[in-house]
């Protein structure tokens, strides 16, 4: 496995967790877990470790995962980015890859901002506080409303500089034999059917979602790649031909993909698939709350989650 992938992580403050640690990371990793349970709160929270390898990297990760919040309850359609900040008090984490820790304090009507990365502090009080946004190309975070068509575009031009555009088209006409082919029109995704073009909204969700994801293997090469709730808008008789392209795509750039579900189907296609390729580099992480109710994690590479499969072991 590759040097630059995470392993493990100890979220020691975020959200719903504390002192929680998760470790057997490889290539592509499952997460699952019941309903509300924290699945995509520590998708973010690997994501924001991951994306900190400087302040401005980690308000923008910071950011852009409450703004995705934000929109899911129809709160807002635009927000400020230090109100967007403000919203997440505390956030510590370790992982094999970087130490990364945000807390906010309020004292003597003064607000303080607290950083720390790999042993660098650095405070910050609100009025010298400048949010520099950045963005870094290969670091991909597609939450359960899927991508919007500017990030969609954006990752498609990875497919165009890396030749594949033919590859992709082929992908699509097995999701639905329809359609002849995908372009970029303007600023407007489309896709071919019978003789004309057409918007990709026509063709519900779950084709945006499936393209999405190719263009994003793509995107994120030799980096990191969130998918929240994969199984969204896609039919149980394609999840097989999903994974055979996360599994394999992934081998390709180098991509390491996290993706969240709660479906038995998904699982099963997982292992499935896996097994089909004899592919190895996989874990499946279940969130699981003890008798205690705090969160824990049981953690299953290839081998482990094969045999669990085949003695009919419930290990959702």
Request: net charge neutral; hydrophobic share 35%; glycine share 6%.
């Amino acid at each position: 496995m590759d040097g630059h992938f995470l392993t493990d992580i100890e979220i020691k403050q975020f959200k719903c967790f504390t002192d929680f640690k998760a470790a057997g990371f490889k290539r592509v990793n499952l997460i699952g877990g019941k309903n509300n349970v924290g699945k995509t709160a520590f998708m973010e929270a690997c994501y924001i470790n991951v994306r900190s390898i400087n302040i401005n990297n980690m308000i923008t990760a910071i950011c852009g995962i409450k703004f995705l919040r934000e929109v899911l309850n129809s709160k807002t359609t635009k927000s400020e980015p230090k109100k967007l900040l403000n919203a997440t008090h505390r956030y510590s984490a370790t992982s094999n890859l970087r130490n990364s820790s945000l807390l906010i304090q309020e004292k003597d009507a003064l607000k303080e901002y607290q950083f720390n990365i790999d042993g660098k502090f650095k405070t910050i009080n609100d009025r010298e506080l400048t949010i520099i946004l950045e963005r870094i190309e290969n670091i991909g975070f597609i939450d359960n409303l899927g991508w919007n068509n500017e990030k969609l575009i954006q990752a498609y031009q990875s497919i165009q500089k890396a030749d594949q555009e033919t590859e992709l088209d082929n992908f699509i006409q097995e999701f639905d034999h329809s359609i002849a082919n995908f372009k970029v029109i303007g600023d407007k995704p489309q896709c071919k059917t019978n003789g004309e073009y057409r918007d990709i909204s026509e063709f519900g969700d779950g084709l945006k979602h499936y393209i999405s994801i190719i263009c994003a293997l793509y995107a994120c090469e030799n980096g990191y790649l969130f998918i929240d709730e994969i199984d969204n808008g896609i039919h149980y008789s394609q999840l097989d031909r999903l994974w055979e392209i996360i599994l394999t795509v992934s081998k390709k750039t180098n991509c390491q993909v996290f993706a969240s579900t709660h479906s038995k189907e998904m699982l099963e296609s997982f292992a499935r698939v896996a097994t089909k390729l004899d592919e190895q580099d996989i874990s499946y992480t279940i969130l699981v709350k003890n008798k205690q109710q705090e969160l824990k994690t049981i953690s299953l590479n290839y081998e482990m989650l094969l045999d669990s499969m085949k003695q009919g072991h419930e290990v959702r």
